[in-house]
């Protein structure tokens, strides 16, 4: 459906997006993610032909952006952040304009406006003003706009921002509708709504392709450590010299000592090395007994700040001077 490779955007003498490469098949969701200044609009911009890239391809259902710009366009819906709407133009006048800019055919065109308001649902509001919509029915008809003419693929710049919670949840359920017809590519910062919809995850920074891969799978890209969680009886003395005594453990960190004596915390050990029984055995003779163990799985937010930070540290140890000074560039 989509295919970018080695996509490079220069400004001067920064690279806004250095050598960028992914596919994406119909019918699924790729959750855009990265730090402010990451290059994620720079791309999504490319992408739909708003801006040209330095060099590299944008090959779109068969038809490339730079060479076939109309054709690729064609595939295309777009949502910015903000919703490029004109307030006082009522829902239905808007998307009538949006169809005759997309070139939706006359015979269609009434049937497919009808359609898209209410798979938005903004019927109720087709012919009240859009300067007096709320929020989050000003975002339902930018996503609207952004799906007339029933495009291929659906890029999606943080639709849910600034939406109450029901808002959020309404909007997430019509991309999860939208994805069964059509290719989306969402960028968020809400990490947990990306680990909920999205069939792919791509995480950039400083315009680099960090990782790629299912919500499932991204933990294996990180440093090689297993999280376990306990709650023991005993003293937390007693506890601490049991475990500084196992091999494999790297680090403890005790969460709470209630009154009663139940003490919960959580350690982390080598990747490749299975603590648990001897955890087990160690505090059973120490006469601390375990109320709850388990394994814990690190959250989408800490995959991403471990990726993103060791990044930056390496970029760092790479470039000591050029990072003296920090460089403001407008949110990518």
């Known amino acids: 459906m989509i295919e970018v490779k080695n996509l490079i955007k220069q400004y001067g003498n920064q690279r806004a997006v250095d050598d960028l490469s992914f596919s994406l098949e119909k019918g699924k969701i790729l959750g855009f993610l990265g730090p402010n200044g990451a290059g994620k609009s720079t ?9 040209s890239a330095t060099s590299g391809s944008v090959i779109i259902d068969g038809n490339d952006i730079l060479q076939e710009p109309e054709k690729a366009k064609k595939s295309i819906g777009y949502l910015p952040e903000i919703p490029p709407l004109y307030p006082d133009m009522t829902t239905k006048e808007y998307l009538n304009f949006v169809a005759d800019i997309k070139g939706v ?9 009808l359609e898209i308001m209410e798979l938005t649902k ?3 509001m087709a012919d009240r003003l859009i300067k007096h919509l709320s929020k989050g029915y000003k975002q339902r008809v930018g996503l609207a706009g952004a799906i007339m003419g ?20 309404e909007i997430r359920d019509l991309i999860k509708e939208l994805s069964k017809e059509h290719t989306v590519i969402l960028s968020s910062h809400i990490l947990s709504e990306v680990s909920t919809l999205c069939d ?22 990180m440093s090689a ?11 937390k003395e007693t506890i601490e010299s049991v475990l500084k005594n196992i091999d494999g453990i790297i680090h403890i960190e005790f969460e709470e000592e209630k009154e009663d004596g139940y003490i919960t915390l959580t350690v982390e050990s080598e990747g490749s090395i299975e603590i648990r029984e001897d955890i087990f055995y160690g505090l ?22 471990e990726l993103t930070k060791s990044e930056v540290e390496d970029d ?15 949110n990518q």
């Open 43 to 51: 791309t999504m911009n490319i992408i739909t032909g708003y801006i």
């Open 105 to 113: 055919k006359k015979p269609v065109k009434e049937n497919m406006i």
């Open 122 to 124: 903004i019927t109720d």
């Open 150 to 169: 029933y495009p291929d693929l659906i890029i999606l710049d943080e639709p849910t921002v600034g939406l109450d919670p029901m808002q959020i949840i």
């Open 200 to 221: 792919l995850v791509m995480i950039i920074n400083k315009g680099k392709l960090i990782v790629s891969d299912t919500p499932e799978n991204l933990s294996k890209h």
């Open 225 to 235: 450590t297993n999280r376990i969680y306990l709650m023991v009886h005993g003293e």
């Open 284 to 305: 059973a003779a120490a006469q601390c007994p375990i109320y709850e163990l388990k394994v814990t799985k690190k959250s989408l937010e800490d995959i991403f700040l």
């Open 316 to 330: 760092d140890q790479e470039k000591p001077e050029e990072y003296g000074e920090i460089k403001k560039e407008e």
